[in-house]
């Protein structure tokens, strides 16, 4: 199975300052279509997760501006631009590309 | 807009089988152009892919599973089913339906906690 390692695991953050999450995978998560199938996810408290980004870089219908996905190959990279209170919340990259389709471990966002 | 919803029961004996069903609306799983997943995420834990079946009914599964999961469809109900057999304490989670495009999981249910406990 393709291994999703994220980093930090924890992060504190303050109101209106930028967060990063990484996120790698033990193989190249190019498919043979050319497209990188890599997703973010947040699941606020109780509830079930939601896409944020898929393809790397493409932003989900509703999902705010201030976050964004880049990266390539094996190392992406998952930005909040100005956190906000809503923005806590556990965060999954997951790859699609092989299978069985994998999920990091997870990084905790929460405010300072 | 596409909902999904689990439901099943929330206590399953040890050793017994666990039997989840999925209801879409909003649109049809007949349609194609989709897969429908199930995916479970362990009390506290993370996220783990159970497999997935096409309207046609072909399926794929986890290989961490496959022994133990079955999948199928009823798109005269707009329906698929999860059935886990030989349930341990292990297989306690929050089960989830999702649809799945090839590479991600845009729509997502609200997720159904199943115990494992006698």
């Known amino acids: 199975d393709v291994v999703m390692t994220q980093s930090p695991l924890s992060l504190p953050v303050t109101l209106g300052q930028p967060a990063s999450i990484s996120c790698r995978s033990s193989q190249s998560l190019v498919y043979s279509d050319g497209n990188t199938y890599l997703n973010w996810f947040q699941q606020r408290p109780g509830q079930s997760p939601r896409r944020l980004i898929y393809k790397v870089s493409n932003r989900d219908s509703g999902v705010p501006d201030r976050f964004s996905g880049s990266g390539s190959g094996t190392d992406f990279t998952l930005k909040i631009s100005r956190v906000e209170a809503e923005d806590v919340g556990v965060y999954y990259c997951m790859q699609g590309t092989h299978w069985p389709k994998t999920f990091g471990q997870g990084t905790k966002v929460e405010i300072k | 807009q596409v909902q999904l919803q689990e439901s099943g029961p929330g206590l399953v004996k040890p050793s017994q089988t666990l039997s989840l069903t999925c209801t879409v609306s909003?649109?049809?799983?007949?349609?194609?152009?989709?897969?429908w997943s199930w995916i479970r995420q362990h009390p506290g834990k993370g996220l783990e892919w159970i497999g997935y079946?096409?309207?046609?009914?072909?399926?794929y599964y986890n290989p961490s599973l496959k022994s133990r999961v079955t999948i199928s469809v009823d798109t005269s109900k707009n329906q698929f089913s999860l059935k886990l057999s030989s349930v341990t304490a292990a297989d306690t989670a929050v089960y989830y339906c999702a649809r799945d495009d090839g590479g991600s999981f845009g729509y997502w249910g609200q997720g159904t906690l199943v115990t494992v406990s006698s």
């Open positions: 909003g649109g049809s799983i007949s349609s194609g152009g989709y897969y």
């Open positions: 079946i096409y309207y046609s009914g072909s399926t």
